[in-house]
């Protein structure tokens, strides 16, 4: 059967990465449910409303995880706010299969508002911020005080803010917002991410005084078990 493109990506494609909303009863989906209820418990001293999601290097599943997290929080009918801030690659447009000619870089340089800029999803209780263009100073944007405005904003709209940044080694962008965000979840590849680089990222997220709430193990091998772990404390 040929399916018609919405976007770049196949439906395929976007089931795979939406598998909380497609195929809710998965072993999958349920590891992200596990996720979901370790930072509730994270939270019994202290609220987490906001946390970015990101990872050591490319390629580690951080965006299929934020937003597969933002999914299974909405599913707890709480209003929940994805918000795309990897200003460089952004995905969660063609996630959603949603445009992207405004979103975060237009809300934070004023050409629109923070309401203009949000686009509901078909997730019930789930609303996308998405990267909107690709501008020359990500890292400015993102530790600007106009950046701080819009997170205090969306925490009066939003129980929960879920924030997908670019891997730490990369870029700065990941520590800055993590040193504005309640807490950080650090995801990593079975059999890709080195032991140095996962220590390392760690290093720069705690020199950024990110609250590290666990790390999500990504893309293990069905034979060795259920595909992503989680585990918290530092």
Known sequence: MIFKKKSKRTLDETQRSLISHYDPKSPVAEQYRTIRTNIQFASIDSSIDTIVVTSTGPSEGKSTTAANLATVMAQQEQPTLLIDADLRKPTSHYTFERRNLQG?????????????????????????LTSGPIPPNPAELLGSRRMNALLEEAQTEYTHVIID?????????????????????????????????????????????????????????????????????K
């Open 104 to 128: 975060l870089t237009t809300v934070l340089s004023e050409q629109t508002t923070f309401e203009e800029a949000i686009q509901q999803t078909d997730i019930a209780h789930l609303d996308l």
């Open 165 to 233: 940044t670019p891997p730490v080694l990369a870029v700065t962008d990941a520590q800055v917002l993590a040193n504005q965000c309640d807490g950080t979840i650090l995801v990593a590849a079975s059999g890709k991410t080195e032991k140095e680089e996962a220590e390392k990222a760690k290093e720069l997220l705690d020199a950024a005084n990110g609250n590290i709430l666990g790390v999500v193990l990504n893309q293990r091998e069905k034979r060795q078990g259920h595909y992503y772990y989680y585990y918290g404390g």
